[in-house]
């Protein structure tokens, strides 16, 4: 196995992560409601949708969490916000028309887990009977502190087939440190009682570049990870923003691993994990060879959307719920996301669309090209790479982490830890902000 070359002049610049492109910073209210009534309207009889809903509740919030959440203390807030997800459901229900076929439902947050077992039932019920979705895959995320008894029998009776737990570390003065404790004894369990509520699919969220984590802690975490065999591993690098996300400042920053150990962190999660038999997918998730994100990376389906890699094939992705995001092939729209606004547009009978932008025939070239070296390694640039990107190729094709040939890039396996550097010189919107994105790595 070849060693990752550590090179920081170029992971010097902070990147986006490319889940959709041109990427939320490029968001604008110049799109709105007309614009996704619009999108509606051109779906297709029987054309595959999937399905993306958002709870933006968790029992516990944690210090490093970027998402959209909040405290799920009091059951009129969670009763208010279903009641407005029920309305909305049906406005997107009605202006569809019956056309288009949901083929996947994914339940993210937050955590879905912080509204009730009914809740959740009565949810997808609702969801099942506006789209005719009884055949759709449903996938949910879990926040395992509190997944009860009663959960797991709502899993197993929804047909849930895939689940995705937050671990992040097993290492307790890790756990500590980040505000999230949860035994590795209750992750045994989690995953236990998962697998007989009929979950084939079972992925771990972990993290590097965490504070007090050095590579032991790491290693030790993908080893009590491996052991368990979830059939994927998400295993993300830590960006340390509080001068973005307030409740980030709990975290001590002068703790966090120095960018040439995240670096290094980076490449011990791939050479355990691929040891251990999970194949590398795109630049931070591992599959078992059976599981089907593997299987769509071997024949060249992998994907990327808001969810990170996947193995759906839908170009079009519904998105409901307070900030969840809408993705056309010539359009991205995200709804409102303050819980109150979002309420009073879906109380007034309108779809609560807030911004996004429209994806020109130039976007969209570009996008394939970036997500194709996300999920690849390799894309078709010709005419693309004009003297101001080549030059700033250049270092890497120095370097030996990309080649080009016939107008096709291609980047080796050891080139993962530079492809969402590489993928960003196609990126035409701007040079990303160092406050603004992540860590290259």
Same mark, same amino acid.
């Given at each position: ?24 910073? #490029? ?44 405290? %799920? ?22 202006? /569809? ?7 996947? &439902? ?14 959740? %039932? ?55 440190? &980040? ?16 697998? +007989? ?15 007090? $984590? ?11 990870? /491996? ?8 295993? *993300? ?7 973005? /996300? ?12 120095? @960018?040439?150990?995240?670096?290094? $962190?980076? #490449? ?12 590398? /997918? ?39 719920? @307070? =900030? =969840?995001?809408?993705? *056309? ?23 609560? !669309? ?6 020109? #025939? ?15 390694? +390799? ?11 080549? @030059? ?11 080649? &080009?040939?016939?107008? +096709? ?24 902000? !160092?406050?603004? *994105? =992540?860590?290259?790595?």
């Amino acid at each position: 196995m070849t060693s990752w070359t550590y090179l920081p002049e170029l992971l010097a610049t902070p990147v986006p992560r490319y889940t959709s492109y041109p990427t939320a910073a #490029e968001f604008s209210d110049a799109v709105g409601r007309s614009d996704l009534e619009d999108a509606f309207n051109t779906i297709d009889a029987g054309q595959p949708l999937s399905l993306y809903v958002h709870l933006p509740y968790c029992h516990e919030i944690c210090w490093y969490c970027g998402c959209n959440t909040g405290a %799920a203390n009091r059951t009129q807030r969670l009763a208010s916000y279903l009641e407005t997800l029920d309305a909305e459901i049906e406005l997107v229900a009605k202006r /569809i028309g019956g056309r288009g076929s949901v083929r996947r &439902i994914s339940f993210g947050g937050g955590s879905p887990n912080a509204i009730s077992p009914g809740q959740f %039932a009565s949810l997808l019920a609702r969801l099942r009977s506006s789209f005719a979705a009884d055949d759709a895959l449903l996938s949910i995320e879990l926040d395992p502190r509190s997944l009860t008894g009663p959960w797991v029998e709502a899993i197993a009776a929804a047909g849930v087939e895939r689940a995705s737990l937050g671990v992040q570390t097993f290492e307790e003065k890790v756990q500590r440190s &980040i505000g999230r404790l949860q035994p590795l004894g209750l992750i045994e369990t989690c995953v236990g009682e998962l697998r +007989k509520a009929g979950v084939r699919s079972l992925n771990f969220d972990l993290m590097y570049g965490l504070p007090r $984590q050095g590579l032991e802690e790491l290693e030790q975490t993908l080893r009590a990870a /491996i052991a368990l065999r979830p059939e994927r591993i998400a295993l *993300f690098g830590y960006a340390h923003v509080p001068h973005l /996300i307030p409740r980030q400042r709990q975290i001590d920053g002068s703790a966090l691993p120095d @960018a040439e150990l995240r670096f290094r $962190q980076a #490449e011990l999660g791939h050479q355990i994990l691929t040891h251990a038999g999970y194949a590398p /997918i795109g630049f931070d998730h591992y599959a078992l060879p059976h599981d089907a994100l593997s299987l769509a990376a071997r024949q060249g389906r992998l994907r990327r959307n808001f969810q990170g890699f996947t193995d759906d094939p839908s170009d079009v992705l519904v998105g409901l719920g @307070a =900030s =969840s995001i809408s993705d *056309f092939p010539n359009l991205l729209v995200q709804t409102e996301k303050n819980a109150g606004r979002y309420r009073i547009k879906v109380s007034s009978g309108l779809l609560p !669309a807030a911004h996004g932008i429209r994806r020109s #025939e130039e976007d969209r070239r570009r996008g394939r090209v970036i997500e194709q070296l996300l999920c690849n390694g +390799k894309a078709e640039v010709q005419g693309l790479l004009d003297q101001d990107r080549l @030059a700033r190729l250049r270092p890497f094709l120095d370097n030996g982490l990309a080649t &080009i040939e016939a107008g +096709k890039l291609r980047l080796p396996d050891y080139g993962r830890p530079y492809a969402r550097v590489i993928a960003s010189l196609f990126d035409s919107y701007r040079q990303p902000a !160092a406050r603004r *994105f =992540s860590s290259a790595i």
